[in-house]
């Protein structure tokens, strides 16, 4: 599984959205601007937030787009989901995937190791909030995890 441009910029976008939630409505070319986006490319990544519900817009003369909850309410992994055509490691456990052996049903042995896998990729999204990310702090989850990976460096 690999993130698309979409799935990292909407976490940029969301994080700067959340470091100016105080604002009223922020306008797609301040936010272009910040983060040196195209305001085309912007625009279709606002259109996905939008439509999965993690952002609302207006517009007018000071229409824009603006977060619908506070920022620790929202997981990176929602707003991954929100964009990313799948979040599974594999084909064969999307909705839609291609499996393994042809048929409707995957039924092969590796079936268990790879839904492990999933659970633990969407557990390490689910434990970063936006706030967390604003602030570039880990998650509780996450200080566990990166002292593990020391322990098994050294």
């Not at 909407?10 to 040196?36: C, F, K, P």
């Not at 229409?63 to 599974?88: D, H, N, Q, S």
């Not at 999204?125 to 460096?153: C, F, W």
Request: aromatic share 6%; with cysteine; proline share 3%.
């Amino acid at each position: 599984m690999m993130i698309s441009s979409k799935g990292r910029y909407a976490l940029r976008v969301m994080t700067d959205m959340g470091r100016h939630q105080e604002e009223d409505y922020l306008s797609l070319n301040d936010i272009a601007e910040r983060l040196h986006l195209s305001r085309k490319y912007l625009e279709s990544i606002m259109t996905v937030l939008c439509k999965g519900g993690l952002v609302k817009s207006t517009v007018g003369k000071s229409g824009g787009y603006k977060l619908v909850r506070p920022a620790e309410a929202y997981t990176a992994g929602e707003i991954l989901r929100a964009v990313e055509e799948g979040m599974t490691p594999v084909s064969c456990l999307a909705e839609h995937g291609k499996k393994c052996s042809g048929s409707c049903e995957c039924d092969c042995d590796m079936i268990p190791f790879w839904q492990g896998l999933e659970a633990s990729i969407n557990t390490y999204l689910d434990s970063y909030t936006l706030r967390d990310l604003m602030n570039n702090k880990p998650s509780a989850d996450q200080a566990g995890i990166m002292s593990e990976v020391e322990h098994h460096e050294s």
